[in-house]
């Protein structure tokens, strides 16, 4: 397949190869009418970002397909309540999209608070709830005072926008709990942590290591996130952001309103973990002169368990090559160092969200002639995966098909893995997966693969 048959013209400017000419990419627009965008619609984005407060209760209001859409997507685990594993529809059907769907709301609200006590509970619009302009508001605020709990509308629906705007909605809903709750017992040296959703367990690494360093974190947002603790978060020193877009709207209207500084962070490879660490470490020093020291001692010992253990599998992984498609960039930045500790080289990075700065600096980080594209549809990506002969591509649940159809490995790093990939511990499970994933002999027998192994033992035998 040729370029000209996979690449639309009107999406050529949201493609760019690094080193080639200034960079200017075109993103966070709408996606092209007819490509197939790999993009989830702004429900979903709001959804993956407030579904994770595990004892919240989350009712979807459209039709029973918007519930299926995102239900259970994300493993997101919780170390209590469960009922974010539930899901809940008013499985809106044709006489209420045209007698309106208020009255079915505002029941099954009563009806699943009275069943399950939920600390909040969570309202999603979906398309056609602003299609047939159910006043979703006026029903969350009259359960609301009669049950005694916030009901927040999320103002979600489908068209609105795309994915990032979902988590605007979704930061503007946990926006009005923030405030609520007592910041008495706050200690001064405290953080939140935004924007990791606790797929595999991995905010308790990172809890684990903020206690090692004695700074204690009032709220998870939204990993395994507690009503109460959002409630009270505002009494926190210093919001730690981890996700280019998901969470970044809360910890600026913090910021505007309580005054509440925020850190941008990555707990993903060594460089940026160790780095989100010192940054704690830092901003802390004048309150607790022991901190960097302590973090110090942290990072050695970690290191000193790890990297022996990459060294084994980067043996074998030296000069595979990588192709990888996400949400949020700012994973992207991560994954490119972490695949340079594994001498591996990134030939392909795109997202879904990013942002002209994000890419920026996507392009400063890869080598030439790596292709980085924006809003990508499976066309483009497979092509790009067989064009640079890609060993194993990075994404998530609808990547996953078309590595497997393409004969390469494959690293779920996305909503669905079961393994956790943050912290150093993080960083050596993620090495051990991608080595099963590039090292399987599986992939001799898919076609594709085969030729080229063919071809390379021919050309030994020609030497
Ligand atoms: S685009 Fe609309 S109809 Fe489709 S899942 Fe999203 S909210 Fe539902």
Redesign the pocket.
Known sequence: MTETTTILEERKDQIHLTGQGAIDIACNRESLAGAVSQR?????GSRVVLYPIADALHLVH??I??AV??WDIRGSLSSGPMLHRLSFSTDLQETDVIFGGEKKLEAALIELIDRHHPNAAFVYS???VGIIGDDVEAVCRRVGEQKGIPVLPVQ????KGNKRAGYEAACKAMFKLVGTGDVGDVPPVSVNILGDFNLAGEIWIIRDYLERMGVQVVANITGDGRVADIRRCHGAALNLVQCSGATMELAKMMEEQYGTPFERVSYLGIEDMAESLYKVADFFKDKDPGIVERTQKLVKEELERLMPELARYRKDLEGKKVAMYVGGSFKAFSLVKAFRHLGMKVVMVGSQTGTKEDYAELEQITDPGTVIIDDANPLELSHFIKEKDVDVFVGGVKERPIAYKLGVGFCDHNHERKEALEGFVGMLNFAREIHSSAMSPVWRFAPRRANRIAAEKKEAVNE
């Open positions: 989830a619609c702004v429900f979903c459209g039709p397909g918007c859409y995102t979906t398309c056609i979600s629906e489908g068209f």
